[in-house]
């Protein structure tokens, strides 16, 4: 069994229009929110093994205020993949992932979060609003067993979203 927990980049902020979209920071609540969530996983005793996060700031610095707030002191490998992804590529990603993992974060961007949580689970209504994290159990024992995702089952265990946690 391995876990899996999905991420979509805190909130980020729209107020320099004229910055690439890979440029743009986290607004102050995607700050405010994203250790909030590295907090919870700590409470929940979920102990990551390895965080991969999009190149993008507001996923960098999402990846980097959970790894903060959850107290991991790991490695965060920023792939560039990650950004401009369809779901079968973050698939593929993780199926390349050593085995020794047992527990990795995702860091992301919609829409593809989203649609990956969607495949994984099989839940075409599932939403990932900003800083949401998926948590998954996959009855897999090789990250590689990703790439026959027909024969996985996969068990969502919880969503969370800052809104229905913090406010």
């Given at each position: ?6 991420m979509r980049h805190a909130k980020s902020s729209w107020n320099e229009l004229n910055i690439p979209d890979h ?26 093994d390895l965080i991969i996060s999009s190149t993008a700031v507001r996923a960098e610095t999402t990846a980097n ?103």
């Amino acid at each position: 069994m391995k876990t899996l927990l999905i991420m979509r980049h805190a909130k980020s902020s729209w107020n320099e229009l004229n910055i690439p979209d890979h440029d743009r920071p986290l607004n102050r609540r995607g700050k405010h929110d994203a250790p909030l969530m590295g907090k919870l996983l700590r409470d929940q005793k979920i102990t990551l093994d390895l965080i991969i996060s999009s190149t993008a700031v507001r996923a960098e610095t999402t990846a980097n205020l959970i790894a903060k707030g959850s107290k991991y002191n790991g490695e965060i490998v920023l792939d560039n993949l990650v950004y401009s992804a369809e779901p079968i590529d973050l698939l593929n990603l993780l199926s390349k992932c050593s085995d020794g993992y047992n527990s990795i974060l995702l860091v992301g961007h919609n829409p593809t979060v989203e649609e990956t949580v969607q495949m994984l689970t099989n839940s075409p209504e599932i939403t990932m609003a900003t800083c949401a994290i998926a948590h998954l159990i996959l009855t897999i024992d090789s990250w590689t067993d990703l790439k026959k995702k027909q024969t996985v089952r996969n068990d969502l265990v919880n969503l969370w979203t800052p809104k229905e946690l913090f406010y």
